[in-house]
């Protein structure tokens, strides 16, 4: 479509008929391409590996909404569907520079390597009585709904300490956070909803600490700078958002593709080639995150023959750099666990605002997708690929069902 500036856009389809399309579509407009997100809000993409690693480290491009333009000028409705990932509040998301340096800090002294890493046995656990509860006689199952979702959800409650009997209201409210066809009159609500799940949890645990991340980020302390009840609340929201949203689609991305590529599926099972490539080729060639949401440019920033107008809005669109040609070679556009240079994508982010959550989703799917195939080493899908059908959720690869046939 053509705006009344002239500057043609891709229109991101709010119902993602076709992600890889659109990821095509992306990188044929060069590194940086004029779209319109849902809503009719313009922004632009980095579409390249290379682009998009150099405008995430670049601090002419901000987390401020303030800076945007369009939010200044009340052109974006605070029902916008997709306002809480724009604009969720003051977490090291939503800041940079000494800010984020602080909070950054305070949040590395919670989410330590040691208490990821101790969640790797209860993660095997949780694991082990997914997989009990699947049909025993190794019939078709939703494996989205058996095990791909409850496990990530189960591991983030226990991290942070979240009450289990919270998770069906949870998943009803992160459905319609992420969603693009959430209506109006529920966008705020939602958002309120949450904010006063995660601000009674934090008081909860003000009360009464224990062995969890939210005590953790509640006690966390530098140089006598502790977090305000504000930023944690904001910063759970976030952390429970992307760690349960990025793994799911990411068990369930890596089951798809082992599930089109027998040849694939065959060199992990003999052991002749690692799981751990597995989870990294997923990430990139279906990476779960498609578009992240959004940086504001402080400034006019060139990018290659365009230009970011000061005050314009930034995206990162993932789904189309994790098969940029530049980046990973003329096979780019095949899943190969083969592939000789690993761990080259972003997936997870670049720069200061990497995922402070990427290792846990790695180790999650690290211990369920050997796990499982160890028990359905024949699993299959149980309709055809092409039959699978994506969320209305512009930002995430995410499909509604998984039907797979156990038993092969």
Known sequence: MTTGTGISRIALDPFVTDLDGESAALRAAGPLAAVELPGGVPVWAVTRHAEAKALLTDPRLVKDINVWGAWRRGEIPADWPLIGLANPGRSMLTVDGADHRRMRTLVAQALTPRRVELMRERIGKLTQDLLDALPADGGV????????????????????????????????????????????AEVIATLTELAGMMAATVAAKRAEP???????????????????????????????????????????????????HPDQRE????????????????????????????????????????VIPAGDALIVSYGALGRDEEAHGPSAG?????????????????GPHVCPGAALSRLEAGVALPALYARFPHLDLAVPAAELHHKPVVTQNDLFELPVRLNG
């Open 334 to 350: 095949e899943f190969d666990i083969t592939r000789e240079i690993k761990n080259r994508h972003i997936s997870f982010g670049h």
């Open 267 to 306: 060199l992990v099972l003999s052991g002749q080639a690692d799981w751990s490539a597995v989870v990294e080729e997923t990430l990139r060639w279906s990476t779960p995150t498609s578009h992240v949401l959004i940086r504001f440019a402080t400034e006019d920033v060139p990018v290659g023959e365009k």
């Open 141 to 184: 199952v939703d494996l989205k709904a058996a095990f791909a979702y409850p496990l990530p959800m189960y591991v983030v409650a226990e991290l942070m300490g979240i009450d289990e009997a919270l998770l069906p209201r949870l998943k009803v409210l992160f459905e319609k956070f992420f969603s693009t066809q959430t209506p109006p």
């Open 210 to 260: 224990g062995d969890d991340l939210t005590s953790a980020l509640i006690l966390a302390s530098a140089d006598g700078d502790h977090l305000t009840d504000e930023e944690i609340v904001a910063t759970l929201q976030l952390m429970i958002a992307a760690g349960h949203e990025t793994t799911i689609s990411l068990i369930v991305n890596a089951v798809v593709n082992l599930s089109t």
